[in-house]
Structures are given as C-alpha cells and as structure tokens.
C-alpha cells in the first residue's frame, strides 16, 4: 500500500520560513519523480517544485529563490524547504510520486499571517 505522509505545516509569520516533509512508503522511492503541489483558498492546484530521480530541480516562478525542494533517498522523503513566506503561500501543500496520475498525499496546511 503506497503511503505518502506530509508534515510540518504551521501557522507563520510573513518573511518567515517552514520546511515541510513527505514520508514515502509502499513504492522503490529512488524511482520516482517527486514534487510538491499546492491548492489555495478558491484556486486549483498547481505544481510549487520538481525534483527527478537524478536530483535535477524546478521550481515554479512565484516561489524561486525563496523555496528548495530536496530528497533524501535514505530515508525515503522529500523536502520542501520555503524561506520568506508570503500570505499568498498559504495554501494545503501536496505531495506527489510520479506526477499527476501518480500517488498523492492528503496535504499539510501552511498558513502566512500578514
């Protein structure tokens, strides 16, 4: 059974930072594509940062130079490193193995206070 487990959500203060987690099991973790999504207040979901099997990295326009995302295939997670937050991050945040038709975690909530 393949689980993806996100943490480390929060309530914080703009300009503030969080770091958020994704826990894989049930799926060879080394193998997928990884990403974090996430899906504000009234809007769709959109991709926040990629990262392949191979470590090479995107991230989206509104959040490069503030946001890293990283894996660490050891331990079978993903990071989500975000700096500087603003109150248009606040959002549910998403993990994803694969892309889209992939697996999906059930999402940790940030919220940016101005």
């Known amino acids: 059974q393949v689980q993806l487990v996100e943490s480390g959500g929060g309530l914080v203060q703009a300009g503030g930072s969080l770091r958020l987690s994704c826990a894989a099991s049930?799926?060879?973790?080394?193998?997928?594509?990884m990403a974090w999504y996430r899906q504000g207040p009234g809007k769709q979901r959109d991709l926040v940062a990629v990262?392949?099997?191979?470590?090479?990295?995107n991230h989206a326009d509104s959040v490069k130079g503030r946001f890293t995302i990283s894996r660490d295939n050891t331990k079978n997670t993903v990071y989500l490193q975000m700096n500087s937050l603003k109150p248009e991050d606040t959002a549910v945040y998403y993990c994803?193995?694969?892309?889209?038709?992939?697996?999906w975690g059930k999402g940790t909530l940030v919220t940016v206070s101005s």
């Open positions: 994803n193995a694969g892309g889209p038709s992939g697996y």
């Open positions: 049930g799926i060879i973790f080394s193998a997928y594509t």
């Open positions: 990262i392949t099997t191979g470590g090479i990295t």
